[in-house]
């Protein structure tokens, strides 16, 4: 897939379409390799990839990409939930990597909440979806 990704090749990945140096996923948001690119350290002789990042440059490979687009595929989850509980007046307290804290005031709010923290995705029908949750005073 780096190659396809480099070459800016246009093709389907499940859910995803690779195109133009970058993963799109559903929603139209992207991960961005447009510095993908082939590269010897010094002192080494065989080529890695390696990409840009904030931080400098960022040594990658295989796993590490799919590792990075099931993280980015998860938090399109966790946000288009997010939004469908927003729009029943419900607050999102905080939100940590793939934790969720709503506050509620009643349990019918905590059932919405779990509804729509666990419905089956419309872009990836196949994927079980599953929560844990807690309906606390202090949590």
């Given amino acids: ?4 990704i480099h070459d800016g090749t246009h093709i389907g990945w499940g859910p ?9 996923g559903p929603g139209g948001l992207w ?5 993908l690119e082939r ?3 010094e002192g080494e002789k065989d080529e890695v990839w390696r ?9 990658t490979y295989g796993a590490r990409l799919v590792e990075n687009v099931i993280q980015f595929l998860a938090r399109i989850v966790i946000s288009q939930a997010m939004i ?8 999102i307290a905080l939100t940590c990597h ?3 804290y709503i506050a509620v005031n009643h349990e019918k709010q905590f059932e919405i909440a779990n509804a729509e923290m666990s419905r089956q995705l419309e872009w990836l029908p196949e994927c079980p979806i599953a ?9």
């Fill in 1 to 4: 897939m780096l190659w396809h």
């Fill in 16 to 24: 995803l379409t690779v195109h133009d140096h970058r993963i799109f």
């Fill in 31 to 35: 991960l961005d390799f447009t510095s």
């Fill in 39 to 41: 590269f010897t350290p």
């Fill in 51 to 59: 990409h840009r990042v904030k931080t400098g440059w960022r040594k």
């Fill in 84 to 91: 469908r509980i927003r729009a029943h007046g419900i607050r």
């Fill in 98 to 100: 793939d934790d969720v």
């Fill in 131 to 139: 929560i844990e949750a807690k309906l606390g005073e202090d949590l």
